[in-house]
């Protein structure tokens, strides 16, 4: 069966009333629906995870421009905001992850540019990179990487290589962090 998800915005006049419709951080009186997502199998839609979002206390959204899915045979991983969130295909249920910090990229591993949700996947945020386990959680987080931006561009032999972004724009620095571990083998900066 080939299963995807697309991000759909709130305002989108797809009508398809059929569908099961689940609620996704629905935390509190300040969440508000920021965007959906349509799951599909074999190209027919079968429901629509609603993403909410929240405002501090006061009344900034807590949510920014990057947002991603990757997917496996079981769950769906949706980076959005300040938080992961896993939602089981089987069981219905989701598990979300708070960063308190915005998230920037989902990597799948050893293939950073795979489009399948693995297992253990790196998560970064616009300051730390997070080594997160698809049923545990967070493994580990690395030291600050960045002011503005973490991006990882491989995994090589249990090193990490990535960049930071530490005078925007255009200040990206190069680092390396040991894959078990998430600290810094070697920091260019």
């Known amino acids: 069966m080939d299963i995807t998800a697309e991000f759909i915005e709130v305002e989108s006049r797809i009508d398809l009333p059929f569908l099961p419709v689940i609620d996704i951080n629905y935390l509190s009186h300040r969440a508000y629906l920021s965007c959906k997502v349509i799951i599909s199998f074999d190209e027919e839609p079968k429901r629509i995870l609603n993403i909410y979002s929240t405002r501090d206390k006061d009344g900034y959204v807590l949510e920014q421009c990057f947002k991603e899915i990757k997917i496996n045979q079981e769950v769906i991983a949706i980076l959005h905001g300040v938080h992961i969130h896993l939602y089981n295909l089987e069981t219905g249920y989701t598990y ?10 989902l990597y799948s591993i050893p293939d950073v540019h795979s489009n ?23 493994k580990w987080r690395s030291p600050q990487c960045a002011i503005d931006g973490v991006i990882i561009h491989e995994i090589d032999n249990d090193i990490i290589y990535g960049s930071g972004e530490w005078d925007p724009p ?7 962090l040991d894959f078990y571990t998430g600290k810094f083998l070697h920091h260019l900066n």
Do not use: C, M
């Open 170 to 176: 255009g200040g990206w620095e190069p680092f390396q």
């Open 116 to 138: 399948k949700l693995t297992s253990d996947f790196i998560v970064t945020t616009f300051q730390y990179a997070f080594l997160v386990n698809i049923n545990s959680g967070i």
């Open 96 to 105: 979300s992850v708070a960063f308190n910090d915005y998230v920037g990229h």
